[in-house]
């Protein structure tokens, strides 16, 4: 495990993506506002609960807009900018676009952090920009009680390739593209409790862009796209089903976890946001016969940070995505389920 002078966890009460607020509190926030019926050239806005806006300014080209922060996850100033900044270029691959430059958001409590640890957190965040082929071309800052780090990242799309989280259609595929679990092992870590063994997995799946998503959305029967991020995998799926009017079959066993995380569910190391998640979703779910459902509990509302791609596919299309993955170093690929016309609750976990 990399060692740091000033363990940056310990200066903010949650960590990465796990400090987002609550979804049901979050509705009542934003919930009353304008759903931009007003601007016929914004194709997404907030109503959707999608990953980034996107303006149509051409007629057949889209600016993507997002914007993402949070407070450290890891200890490492150059892990934490790294981590940062590929979760927030992940909104624009998840809409299916392709990234053009970033500006940086910094919140710092220079009064007992040292400017040196944030620029070694710029410096971080400015290589995984590189290795998107973007800039970080700018930003801003503010003195704040807690670290903050992030990214607004501005992308572009083909008009055709904009996946959107709310057109899934009944007989799709489901998959994902990364192991879940990172909320558990990142508290284990906050805790002081978690293994050299687990660190670097954890590390290098956070870091891991999700390019992938711009060469999946070209693809010819992709339905529907999202990222996997603070409310857990439940909660992303929730509102993929949700917002097109279906419904989730998934099968438990195949659902991918980091090394580490069961065995640190049973050391209790879960992140306060995964029960705020359940609460959220809970009544949206139904467990069939044999799914460990204290396991489940505590890890499909796991929040993520920088998790995977989540999307849909029509089944006469997988073996062109299951080629893409296998042409893509570091991307991997998880079939979870099916997309069902009718159902009782939103999401059905079977064994």
């Not at 009680?145 to 595929?173: C, M, W, Y």
């Not at 390019?211 to 999946?216: C, P, R």
């Not at 079959?249 to 306060?272: C, F, N, T, W």
């Not at 791609?309 to 029509?314: D, H, K, S, Y």
Request: glycine share 10%.
């Amino acid at each position: 495990m990399t060692a740091s002078e000033h363990r940056l966890t310990q200066f903010s009460q949650g960590a990465g993506c796990g400090c987002k607020i609550d979804a049901t509190v979050l509705k009542s926030i934003i919930g009353s506002g304008s759903h931009g019926n007003e601007w016929p050239n914004l194709l997404v806005g907030h109503h959707t609960n999608d990953d980034a806006a996107a303006w149509l300014w051409q007629d057949d080209k889209v600016i993507l807009s997002t914007t993402d922060f949070f407070t450290p996850v890891v200890d490492d100033p150059e892990h934490y900018g790294r981590i940062a900044a590929a979760n927030a270029i992940s909104d624009v691959y998840a809409m299916g676009g392709k990234p053009l430059m970033a500006l940086a958001i910094l919140g710092w409590p220079v009064d007992v952090l040292p400017a040196s640890v944030a620029a070694r957190v710029l410096d971080g965040a400015r290589a995984v920009c590189t290795e998107a082929g973007i800039p970080l071309a700018g930003g801003h800052s503010v003195h704040t009680k807690e670290p903050l780090f992030g990214l607004s990242v501005t992308g572009e799309a083909e008009a055709s390739h904009v996946k959107r989280n709310n057109t899934a259609q009944p007989g799709d595929i489901i998959y994902t593209t990364k192991a879940i679990g990172t909320g558990v092992l990142c508290t284990a870590l906050k805790r002081g409790t978690l293994e050299p063994e687990y660190y670097q997995p954890l590390v290098q799946q956070m870091e891991t862009l999700n390019s992938a998503g711009t060469a999946l959305a070209a693809l010819p029967g992709i339905t529907s796209m999202t990222d996997i991020t603070g409310f857990g995998l439940v909660g992303h799926l929730y509102e993929m089903m949700e917002g097109a009017s279906v419904y989730a079959s998934v099968e438990y066993h195949r659902v991918p976890v980091l090394p580490g995380v069961i065995h640190y569910i049973a050391q209790k190391m879960i992140p306060d946001a995964t029960y705020r998640n359940w609460n959220s979703y809970n009544p949206h779910i139904h467990f069939e016969p044999g799914v460990d459902v204290m396991q489940a509990f505590n890890l499909l509302p796991d929040p993520q940070t920088n998790g995977g791609l989540l999307f849909t596919c029509r089944p006469d299309a997988t073996e062109a995505v299951e080629e893409l993955f296998n042409s893509h170093a570091n991307q991997t690929l998880y079939k979870l389920g099916t997309v069902e016309a009718a159902g009782n609750k939103r999401i059905r976990i079977i064994p």
